[in-house]
């Protein structure tokens, strides 16, 4: 929930100067829901794609104050974040929730970004992989495995969003690793080696490399570095940093 409408489209002018035709790696911002239409527009011939931050699990109805997938695809959006820890936290939402908001993303050929993460007190006490485990099984549940090929699963360890703190390379690659075990025992090998597992925590220009260094690192859902076009542009430069 940032930004006005005017430093929007300013921000996503400066990106599309500077990796709107980069094509190594895929590139997707996730505006606001007032601002998606026009950042459509901004994106139009450009590699980057859109998302939008959230969606309701129902295509239409007595709602209000939900956004549905039907409306997403009909602006232009290809991709949904689903499942946030600031979703999950702030406004309760369930793996239950969310697995129902997972299906009817497929149904409309969205691809969901889906999150999992610990929190503080949850690491302290030995049980991340248990939460984990937990929350992906909860979100994949009833999927077959052509379903759950195409998601993209972020891990963001809550205790390292927003705060400035980072799972180490370690950490993550753990984490990553671990997850895609579970997948593996929800669908079988082919699809845990194919599914992209992103890294969201506090991703910054001067940790991306080592993070995606990680052998089980696909990717970075970035937050606050994301407001900042000449860090975004730098973290998905890294390669050439």
């Known amino acids: 929930m940032n930004k006005t409408f005017s430093e929007a489209v300013d921000l996503v002018k400066k990106l599309t100067r500077e990796i709107g035709s980069y094509d190594n790696v895929e590139v997707v911002i996730f505006p606001p829901f007032p601002y998606l239409q026009q950042i459509r527009d901004l994106l139009d011939g450009t590699c980057i794609g859109l998302g939008a931050q959230n969606m309701f699990w129902e295509e239409k109805g007595a709602y209000t104050g939900e956004v549905s ?29 969310i697995n129902k908001k997972i299906k009817k993303a497929l149904e409309f050929d969205l691809t969901p970004v889906v999150c999992v993460g610990e929190k503080l007190e949850e690491r302290e006490r030995g049980i991340e992989e248990k939460v984990v485990s937990s929350q992906v ?6 999927l077959n495995f052509s379903q759950i090929e195409r998601i993209v699963l972020a891990y963001e360890p809550v ?21 895609r075990g579970v997948v593996g025992e929800l669908a079988d090998e082919k699809v ?25 690192i696909d990717g970075a859902l970035v937050g606050g570095a994301s407001l900042i076009p000449e860090s975004f542009i730098k973290i998905v430069k890294y390669g050439e940093i």
Request: with cysteine.
């Open 69 to 97: 997938p039907r409306m997403l695809v009909d602006v232009g959006c290809r991709y949904v974040i689903l499942g946030h820890s600031e979703r999950r936290g702030y406004f309760g939402e369930t793996d239950d929730k």
């Open 137 to 142: 099984r909860g979100c994949l549940a009833g």
């Open 159 to 179: 205790w390292a969003i927003g705060t400035g703190k980072t799972a180490t390379p370690d950490q993550a690659q753990k984490m990553h690793g671990f997850i």
């Open 192 to 216: 845990a080696k194919s599914i992209r597992i992103q890294y969201g925590g506090s991703v910054k220009p001067d940790n991306i490399k080592s993070l995606m260094n990680e052998p089980d």
